[in-house]
């Protein structure tokens, strides 16, 4: 909510790095940096994180303060939606692909190497070297408590990538970094076997790409018995009985592809669309964009325009009915400026 409102207690979320960052990124680049800075400035405090969650590495807070503390202790989210601690790293590439600032990538780096430390310690490592990511949640957080969720396992490996590739450019240019953060050859040979090793799951049945291990075993409901108007289902039912219905609160699976779509392929994205976007409640704020960029990226130009004005108007005409009393939806901004880049880019290439 930004300024707006003292709903979140002026906490950082994911939706700063993931959401945000891109508006700043390409039109008040000096912003975009003040925000990476802050993660930079608060890696100690995310170690500290790590250790106290008897993990290694670094684990960034789900919801964090200014000094960079965890205030979100609950075990089904404080605890559970990991996927922050691979969206900065993410977002931190993003950054530096755009500007090319050498100076903060060399800090960039260690948080690679950190976080990667961190998912090392966190996933479960078979001894025939296979690997689960357990006990998670990923962006649609009405799946409950679940196993190797998509979203958080490429971001983990996308984020093991990264650290990776630090670890050989330290070695390379910066030696005397590389042996402080006590680096080894070693090292990144396990994580390259973790990031392998991970897991995308399928739907037993379709054999679809799915959104976690336990999708497929909820009950299947008509998304429009819990949400007989534009509000949030949960007015209507309660957040239990959600976790138990086969819907989604926001965007998970189409999200992750909008972020790294090279990763996929054309019918791989087809199908997700055709599987999650009618279970979808749209119950986040974040949604309608995420649906629209994710549309508009792959050629379906009327359901992107469709969620791009949803998107848009979202605060305009409180289609919620929260923003007078909850303030502006700052990430939905974020996210709508994407999709809206995206569409002019069509319309020009057109």
């Known amino acids: 909510r930004g300024l707006t409102h003292t709903r979140y207690k002026g906490c950082y979320f994911w939706d700063t790095d993931l ?11 000096e912003a975009a940096k003040n925000l990476m800075e802050y993660r930079v400035r608060t890696l100690p405090q995310a170690k500290e994180n790590a250790k106290k969650m008897n993990n290694a590495g670094a684990r960034y807070p789900w919801m964090t303060s200014f000094d960079g503390s965890e205030q979100c202790e609950s075990w089904d989210i404080g605890a559970s939606e990991l996927h922050i601690t691979a969206d900065i790293p993410f977002a931190m590439q993003q950054y530096f692909d755009a500007t090319g600032d050498e100076n903060f990538h060399l800090q960039a780096m260690e948080v690679y190497i950190e976080t990667a430390r961190f998912w090392y310690s966190r996933c479960i490592i078979h001894p025939d070297g296979s690997a689960d990511l357990m006990f998670c949640k990923g962006p649609d957080e009405y799946c409950g408590i679940t196993n190797n969720n ?9 984020n093991l990538t990264l650290a990776i590739q630090a670890a050989a450019d330290l070695l390379a240019k910066r030696p ?5 953060l006590c680096l080894s050859a070693e090292e990144t040979e396990h994580m390259a076997a973790l990031r392998d090793a991970i897991p ?13 291990e336990t999708l497929h075993l909820l009950e299947p409901v008509d998304p429009v018995t819990l ?5 949030a289902s949960y007015h209507h039912v309660c957040f239990d009985r959600l976790q138990r219905y086969k819907v989604i609160k926001q965007a998970d699976v189409l999200l ?3 972020r790294l779509p090279q990763l996929f392929t054309a019918e791989e994205k087809r199908n997700a669309w055709e599987d999650f976007e009618p279970i979808c409640l749209h119950d986040s704020t974040l949604s309608f964009a995420s649906h629209a ?3 508009l990226q792959n050629g379906l130009t009327e359901q992107g325009i469709d969620y791009l004005k949803k998107a848009l108007l979202l605060d305009l005409r409180d289609v919620m009915g929260n923003t007078g009393h909850e303030g502006l939806h ?3 901004m974020g996210e709508a400026w994407q999709a809206a880049e995206c569409l002019i880019h069509l319309n020009s290439d057109q």
Request: with cysteine; glycine share 4%.
């Open 200 to 212: 995308w799951p399928h739907d037993p049945i379709t054999g679809h790409l799915t959104q976690d």
């Open 330 to 332: 700052l990430a939905c």
């Open 176 to 180: 005397e970094r590389y042996h402080a």
């Open 227 to 231: 949400k007989p108007d534009a509000g």
């Open 293 to 295: 960029l994710f549309a």
């Open 150 to 158: 998509l979203f958080t396992n490429v971001m983990v490996q996308h």
């Open 19 to 29: 959401f945000m960052l891109s508006f700043f990124l390409y039109t008040h680049p």
């Open 256 to 258: 992750l592809m909008t």
